[in-house]
């Protein structure tokens, strides 16, 4: 069974950083594609970065692209995003998502389980 429960979110200024953690109670966490999406009320989910099992590969959003960095750790079951140089944009509640496969994928609906969501608020 996997659990994800996400982490780090909250309050800061345009132009700080935040470091948001998603930990999953699981036994086969290190087998799994990571992503985190994003998602403000009203809206559609956004894709934002991805990472492969092994966690070499990543991939990311253009938005996001050169501020943000996925990464993983297989022996502590936890996928991190480091968001830097934050924009009031990037206000959204921030999921993590598994995928019972290697490789990843933007589509949400490509993903098997999700966190309950950690909210991030940039203020301007």
């Known amino acids: 069974q996997v659990q994800l429960v996400e982490s780090g979110g909250g309050l800061v200024q345009a132009g700080g950083s935040l470091r948001l953690s998603c930990a999953d109670s699981g036994r086969t966490f290190s087998s799994y594609a990571m992503a985190w999406f994003r998602q403000v009320r009203g809206k559609e989910r956004e894709f934002v970065a991805a990472?492969?099992?092994?966690?070499?590969?990543?991939y990311y959003a253009d938005s996001v692209k050169g501020r943000f960095t996925i990464s993983r750790d297989n022996a502590k079951n936890t996928v991190y995003l480091q968001m830097n140089s934050l924009k009031p944009e990037d206000t959204a509640i921030y999921y993590c998502?598994?995928?019972?496969?290697?490789?990843?994928?933007?589509?949400?609906?490509?993903?098997?389980?999700w966190g309950q969501g950690t909210q991030v608020t940039v203020s301007s």
């Open positions: 990472i492969r099992w092994s966690g070499v590969t990543t």
């Open positions: 998502a598994a995928r019972r496969s290697y490789s990843y994928n933007d589509e949400g609906r490509e993903y098997d389980y």
